[in-house]
């Protein structure tokens, strides 16, 4: 007897289930035409403002990301590297060491520096998963989570894994006090630089200020975020990903 009472029950949810499912995905079950009119022209209005952002992005960009898709790669506490990522084109030295087109970059910059006596280097370029690893737990224990994750990003998560971020002199924040640091902040977007980590921009960063740390996104990019997405490489990393991941398209 229990037995017909619980294949009855289960035969009732399953039926119930199947209900609900087509109810879900039949909007007109849900909604009438009139309700479902302004959902539809903000949809169309929002894929519109969508297009219109993809727009913005110059097709030789797109194929720059699209044949190397960890330049413009979007790293951050929800969105982390494979452990096992490195970059195969690093060069330079000890701690300094990037990839070929960030090193190129990077020493045409601080040559530009260098005639108006700022003198610029990196301090600390790639840095690999297991490295960060140590970083992280170690302030972990000495500095406990909240410090930790706001100012050290977990493994997998540090933008330095890229090899195309680098921490400029000095990792003090009195560093936003110097010549180098007004030099940066006027020209590094020339050079293809982005500060990662702004001022006043920590709810969207998920870091504190960092004057310092700088992520190389070619001159083009720099440039479209400065003009386009108010200074914010969060704002343009994440829009032009979702464009080159067709999202505006398939809405």
Same mark, same amino acid.
């Given at each position: 007897?229990?037995?017909?009472? =619980?294949?009855?029950?289960?035969?009732?949810?399953?039926?119930? #289930?199947?209900?609900?499912?087509?109810?879900?995905?039949?909007?007109?079950?849900?909604?009438?035409?009139?309700?479902?009119?302004?959902?539809?022209?903000?949809?169309?209005?929002?894929?519109?403002?969508?297009?219109?952002?993809?727009? /913005? +992005?110059?097709?030789?960009?797109? !194929?720059?990301?699209?044949?190397?898709?960890? /330049? %413009?790669? $979007?790293?951050?506490?929800? !969105?982390?590297?494979?452990?096992?990522?490195?970059?195969?084109?690093?060069?330079?030295?000890?701690?300094?060491?990037?990839?070929?087109?960030?090193?190129?970059?990077?020493?045409?910059?601080?040559?530009?520096?260098?005639?108006?006596? $700022?003198?610029?280097?990196?301090?600390?370029? %790639?840095?690999? +998963?297991?490295?960060?690893?140590?970083?992280?737990?170690?302030?972990?224990?000495?500095?406990?989570?909240?410090?930790?994750?706001?100012?050290?990003?977990?493994?997998?998560?540090?933008? =330095?894994?890229?090899?195309?971020?680098?921490?400029?002199?000095?990792?003090?924040?009195?560093?936003? !006090?110097?010549?180098?640091?007004?030099?940066?902040?006027?020209?590094?977007?020339?050079?293809?630089?982005?500060?990662? %980590?702004?001022?006043?921009?920590?709810?969207?960063?998920?870091?504190?200020?960092?004057?310092?740390?700088?992520?190389? $996104?070619?001159?083009?990019?720099?440039?479209?975020?400065?003009?386009?997405?108010?200074?914010?490489?969060?704002?343009?990393?994440?829009? /032009?990903?979702?464009?080159?991941?067709?999202? #505006?398209? !398939?809405?």
């Amino acid at each position: 007897m229990k037995k017909i009472v =619980h294949l009855i029950l289960f035969v009732f949810c399953l039926i119930s #289930c199947t209900l609900i499912c087509r109810a879900l995905t039949d909007q007109s079950a849900l909604f009438t035409t009139e309700q479902m009119a302004p959902l539809k022209k903000d949809l169309r209005q929002i894929k519109a403002n969508c297009s219109s952002m993809c727009a /913005l +992005f110059p097709e030789n960009l797109l !194929n720059e990301a699209r044949m190397d898709p960890y /330049l %413009f790669y $979007i790293v951050d506490k929800d !969105n982390s590297l494979p452990s096992n990522y490195t970059p195969t084109d690093l060069v330079g030295e000890g701690k300094a060491k990037v990839r070929q087109e960030t090193f190129d970059a990077f020493e045409k910059m601080a040559q530009a520096a260098q005639k108006e006596d $700022i003198n610029l280097w990196i301090l600390s370029g %790639f840095r690999s +998963f297991q490295r960060q690893t140590e970083i992280y737990n170690r302030s972990l224990a000495n500095r406990g989570p909240e410090h930790t994750d706001k100012f050290i990003a977990r493994p997998g998560q540090s933008q =330095h894994q890229l090899g195309t971020a680098v921490d400029i002199n000095s990792v003090e924040n009195s560093f936003v !006090n110097t010549k180098e640091y007004a030099w940066l902040k006027e020209n590094a977007e020339t050079f293809g630089f982005s500060l990662s %980590f702004p001022e006043g921009q920590q709810e969207k960063t998920g870091y504190a200020f960092e004057p310092w740390h700088y992520r190389y $996104i070619t001159p083009l990019g720099a440039t479209l975020q400065k003009i386009y997405f108010h200074d914010s490489q969060v704002d343009f990393l994440n829009t /032009l990903n979702a464009c080159l991941e067709e999202n #505006c398209y !398939n809405m």
